[in-house]
């Protein structure tokens, strides 16, 4: 074993009053800005990508899909549509097992829900965060009516570019024609969520200043990564997911496919490992309500497909309005959003929020038909679709806060560990669990903790792990009571997809996750570990020991007593390509308390050394 590398860091001890603004920015700035942090990212990019794997994805999706319409035609299935509950689908391909994958728009204040308003123009803390400066990606069933008023910038032009061609409505059949009003519907009330002004006040969108690229989904994993690795595009939201059961009570896929992880998961995992600032936001269905019919051996847990069991996208549970948390009573889950874990007991969904009775823009078929559509349109949705977009435009509220306040905004790894180390507590239990996932997004603790990082009272790090290497870093906690709470994310690799996915047994012993880092956190020879899903469908509780299935590990220390303590990141086997980039973060006190008081910074070390690789 080598020698240990010690690298102090010795900060001069003192005391820093941190004045709470956030002036705006002159849009030229703010584009020079902006470029140049773009300029960085796909630099990182070309540097990094991980090309293999690429050609064999992309074809292989695209084959499918061309020969899955050849086949549904040949067999008189359809194709695309809408179904009588008024949701959009179309037909991706048909798998190794005869299976026709389908994808479906998943719906069956959300600011006060999200905690937005304390963060926003006008709010307690002071700040302007409305996503100016931030572009979000929405692909949806089809592209989305960017002539809305609440869509227009305060230039008088759209803040939403349409990527995709809109078709010639009087050239389109009955059928083509409902599909496409469904989508764009669908596409404009999401994209509401995420950024309409608020003429209306009631559909005031969560980054009301943030511009919007919209897509339909198909292609769409081709599409992600050319907007992240060539324009820089740091989050985006998918509001649609894999068909279990239609209106007339077919069933699209045998229950085995639930929790598995697929080649559509797969792609996300792999633009996401490619493209490492870039965030993937994913309903996670709402197929609850059919439990007993789709996976009626399960007792209603086991209900994610497709894209909400993938590694590196953030899965979001529909829960009803939380007007005032109080505690975990306070967050009620709506019937239909779709419970977890995956086949290896991953925790999934990830985070919770307001998915009920969601009030947003909206289009409806002009009349004539050729007619210009109405811009004042809107509509009250619910489903784990109106959920994403909340969560989707929390992180673009978070970028806009890192780009004016860091070198770079941040990589898509602290997204997920600051989403989670921040969320509110939820469900019956203490920890995560497979129905709310970490908890109820909060966006005035994530800036809180970005705030306090920035003043040195919290950790955030953006590191690398060696192969073979350990990690340590001292924590120092002043006075007794105070919660500890370490959150480790990263961005893993995408795993192999073979026909053993689809067998329980083999994914439970062995989990999708390619590179299996290691949080602890130690004193006075004490040992804590993170939490995880005990590895049982019929006792899903939360348990703190090893966690060898997720990408994210939470430790929470209540009631810590003064004293240093000593954080470690390791491995477990062998690094792909050698390394993995990892965020952590690290607390000690009460978010909402972070950005008020004088502090001190205290000296700080760390050591890394060789790792015994088991």
């Not at 900060?11 to 030229?28: E, G, N």
């Not at 969108?205 to 690229?213: F, Q, R």
């Not at 019937?335 to 991953?346: A, K, L």
């Amino acid at each position: 074993m080598d020698d240990p590398i010690e690298v102090k860091q010795q900060i001069m001890k003192k005391s820093i009053v941190l004045v709470l603004s956030f002036a705006a920015f002159c849009s030229l700035s703010m584009q020079a800005q902006n470029q140049e942090q773009k300029r960085k990212i796909m630099s990182s990019y070309k540097e990094n990508v991980r090309k293999t794997g690429y050609v064999n994805v992309a074809k292989r999706l695209t084959v499918q899909k061309l020969e899955a319409h050849e086949i549904a035609k040949a067999n008189n299935r359809p194709i695309a549509g809408v179904t009588e509950d008024g949701r959009a689908y179309s037909l991706q391909r048909i798998d190794e097992f005869g299976t026709y994958i389908y994808y479906m728009t998943n719906n069956v204040g959300s600011r006060v829900t999200a905690r937005v308003n304390d963060i926003a123009p006008g709010g307690s803390l002071g700040l302007n965060l409305d996503g100016n400066g931030v572009t979000v990606g929405v692909w949806d069933g089809a592209p989305a009516l960017n002539t809305h008023v609440e869509l227009i910038g305060s230039t008088g032009l759209s803040r939403i570019t349409l990527k995709n061609e809109l078709p010639d409505l009087s050239r389109l059949d009955q059928a083509s024609l409902s599909r496409f009003v469904k989508g764009r519907s669908h596409a404009t009330h999401v994209i509401g969520t995420v950024s309409a002004k608020g003429t209306n006040s009631n559909a005031k969108g969560i980054a009301p200043e943030a511009l919007v690229v919209s897509y339909d989904w198909d292609d769409d994993y081709e599409e992600m990564n050319e907007e992240a690795s060539t324009n820089a595009l740091l989050v985006s939201n998918h509001s649609y997911g894999m068909a279990a059961i239609g209106d007339d009570g077919r069933i699209y896929v045998a229950p085995n496919y639930f929790g598995t992880y697929d080649g559509t998961a797969q792609v996300y995992d792999w633009v996401a490992s490619n493209n490492k600032y870039y965030q993937q936001v994913i309903a996670a269905g709402n197929d609850q309500d059919y439990y007993s019919r789709l996976n009626p051996t399960k007792n209603g847990v086991d209900m994610l497909l497709g894209g909400s069991v993938a590694k590196n996208a953030i899965i979001v549970a529909a829960v009803n309005q939380v007007t005032n948390y109080t505690g975990p009573a306070s967050v009620r889950i709506a019937d239909f959003s779709s419970n977890g874990p995956t086949n290896d007991f991953r925790i999934k969904p990830d985070i919770s929020a307001k998915g009920v009775n969601v009030f947003s823009s909206n289009y409806v078929l002009p009349n004539p038909i050729l007619g210009t559509p109405r811009n004042d349109a809107y509509a009250t949705f619910s489903g784990t679709s109106m959920a994403a977009p909340a969560v989707t435009g929390v992180i673009a509220l978070w970028q806009q806060w890192a780009m004016a306040n860091r070198e770079m905004p941040l990589k898509s790894a602290s997204v997920r560990a600051l989403m989670i180390h921040t969320a509110d507590e939820t469900g019956t239990s203490q920890g995560p669990d497979h129905i709310f996932g970490w908890g109820l997004i909060n966006a005035k603790a994530g800036v809180q903790v970005l705030l306090g990082e920035k003043e040195g009272k919290v950790m955030l790090e953006e590191n690398e792990l060696m192969q073979g290497a350990t990690y340590e870093k001292e924590w120092v906690v002043k006075e007794s009571g105070a919660k500890v709470v370490v959150t480790l994310a990263w961005t893993d690799p995408y795993a192999e997809v073979t026909r053993n996915n689809w067998n329980e047994t083999y994914a439970k012993n062995n989990p999708t996750l390619v590179n299996d880092l290691d949080l602890r956190v130690y004193k006075d020879g004490v040992e804590y570990l993170p939490w995880r899903l005990n590895k049982d469908f019929d006792n899903l509780i939360a348990v703190q020991a090893d966690n060898d299935v997720d990408n994210i590990e939470k430790i929470e220390i209540e009631g810590a007593e003064a004293g240093t303590y000593t954080i470690r990141v390791s491995h477990k086997g062998e690094l792909e390509e050698g390394s993995q980039e990892y965020s952590l973060i690290v607390t000690s006190d009460d978010f909402n308390n972070l950005s008020t008081e004088e502090f001190e910074l205290a000296d700080l070390s760390f050591a890394i050394w060789p790792n015994p690789v088991v």
